[in-house]
């Protein structure tokens, strides 16, 4: 698909309006809700979604499990360079999501607005909820007896980076300023494929990781983390269970057989010293942000580049939330990295 010419929109929203709408959430639960209305109020967006003057065209990249479908949002305006690029994973604990998420869509669009980068947008296969769940939505293409499980969504981002590479001249791109990035499961997904690539002597310059899975259990909290979580309520929360389920069902097996390639946090010293320079983010209010730090603390003991920020007053998955500022700020720090690349 292609866009009508666009030019950018500052959000309207003041920040810290997640936090307040967290403590009424918070008070919700504590009172026996939410009621529908809570969670609408919830849920709401926070402004206008941003508009960018970009083309916008989905494709595919060839990969082994079946095609692999992207979506490129390219700046519209004349280059006098090859652009960089950001090869970009929404998240969805590995079960959900897709290309139109505003974790997909507006994370692409603001971030190749503001860098003025191309993006390409992967959507890559999904494993099956837990037994009693609902069946994974099938890429086209998909062979009918195929389970999704570790490693095909990993395989999948690989082969689009691949694709990229290979059509950098068509793209408008220069392959030696790739970036590889994503959000939740996503984020894992990046840095996993990251860390495969790098093995074979094909890292990207960099690994932009958004809120990110990076262990199948997370660690212990620090006191500031233990208090920051306090407020929030467990619907919201990623317990040791949930954690669990979800890396057992995304592995198909029990987490002892997990490896690097699965969760990069169990990746040694050695391992992860190949890295290229990392950028994490996680929320504040967010049980993953113990996996982000623990990671970055994991990579500067490696000796890769890493900085690691907390998005203050946000949940997990806030580039969800269409028209928060602190998503905002979010997107200009990725488009300064891409940048300086």
């Not at 936090?19 to 918070?26: G, K, T, V």
């Not at 233990?226 to 389920?245: H, I, W």
């Amino acid at each position: 698909m292609t866009t009508a010419p666009r030019t950018a929109q500052t959000p309207t929203a003041e920040p810290g309006q997640m936090s307040s709408r967290l403590r009424d959430l918070a008070a919700a639960h504590a009172a026996g809700g939410p009621t529908p209305e809570q969670d609408a109020a919830w849920n709401a967006p926070y402004g206008p979604r941003e508009q960018w003057d970009l083309d916008v065209v989905d494709d595919e990249a060839p990969g082994p499990h079946g095609p692999v479908p992207v979506r490129v949002y390219r700046p519209r305006t004349a280059a006098d360079a090859p652009r960089p690029v950001l090869v970009f994973c929404h998240g969805g604990s590995f079960q959900h999501g897709d290309l139109d998420m505003p974790e997909g869509d507006a994370t692409a669009r603001g971030v190749a607005g503001r860098a003025d980068a191309v993006v390409v947008s992967v959507d890559y296969r999904l494993c099956d909820e837990p037994p009693g769940g609902s069946p994974a939505r099938r890429l086209p293409g998909t062979p009918e007896d195929l389970e999704v499980r570790a490693p095909i969504p990993c395989d999948d981002v690989i082969a689009a980076v691949d694709w990229t590479r290979e059509h950098a001249g068509e793209l408008g791109i220069d392959p030696a300023r790739l970036a590889l990035g994503g959000a939740s499961a996503g984020g894992n997904l990046a840095a996993a494929a990251s860390l495969r690539l790098a093995e074979e002597g094909r890292a990207p310059a960099a690994s932009l990781l958004m809120y990110p899975v990076l262990h199948p259990l997370n660690p212990e909290p620090t006191a500031e983390e233990t208090e920051a979580l306090a407020a929030l309520p467990e619907a919201l929360g990623f317990s040791p269970q949930k954690m669990r389920v979800m890396a057992e069902n995304y592995l198909g097996g029990p987490l002892e057989d997990a490896t690097a390639h699965d969760f990069p946090g169990l990746g040694t010293r050695e391992q992860l010293a190949v890295l290229p320079r990392t950028y994490l983010e996680s929320d504040e209010h967010d049980h993953l942000r113990l996996s982000a730090r623990r990671y970055a603390e994991q990579l500067a003991a490696a000796g890769v580049e890493v900085e690691h920020e907390v998005r203050r007053g946000v949940t997990h998955g806030h580039l969800n939330k269409v028209g928060l500022p602190e998503a905002a700020q979010s997107f200009d720090r990725l488009a300064e990295i891409l940048g300086e690349l």
